[in-house]
């Protein structure tokens, strides 16, 4: 929660530049901080409800070893078939509600929520009480996504346009700003904030949708891989 907090108050005091800027910190004002006040509040009460805490850190033995930027624009598709995960610097020992719903938060490979029940449940069932550490990844999914809306919104600020110019000799602020406030928009606008958060994935998969089998997933879930089933390591 601070950590989106602290994201928040970033894009409420930047100074804007150009008329781009200004929109983006009236969207800010005016759209995301009254759901970010929406969601925590409607988190507080599911979370009341169910005995679930979200506020303190996890104990160590209920956390997962983590690689934190964990998605498919992290992976590598071998001539055997195999996917192999990369970009391990910020790996560590995390919450894996963080680690499930930045997957399926994180825009640069998109993976379709059908999936969320199935691959949540798959890593809830590590731990001593699933049912618990799956209703709480399930109530933090808003909270992720509202995080997720924020770093969308990076371009906007100084540190955030830096590093895109780093990392690209072409990189067009005023495109980018332009494409990432549209990202950021539909994101939020996915996000219906039901009144209970927990119930946004009432479906259970005890298998992968369709049928597919567990080597079937970076396919299902990734951009141009070829149409047969793949396994992951």
Known sequence: MECVEARLRRLERFEPEDDLDRVARTWVESELRPAWSRILGGVDRSACRGNISWLEPLPLPERSLSPSDFGFHNALLQDDGMVRFVDFEYAGWDDPAKLVNDFFCQPAVPVPQLW???????????????????????????????????ILLNVFLPVGRARRRFASSEFELSKAKAVQLRKAREALGKLDSPKDPSSRFPMRHRSPPGGLETEGLAFAVSQGLPPQKRKIQ
Not at 125 to 147: A, G, N, Q, T
């Open 116 to 150: 969320y029940p199935w691959f949540a449940e798959r890593v809830a069932s590590e731990f001593p009480d699933p049912p618990w550490h799956l209703r709480r990844m399930e109530l933090l999914f808003p909270v992720y996504s509202v995080k997720w809306c924020c």
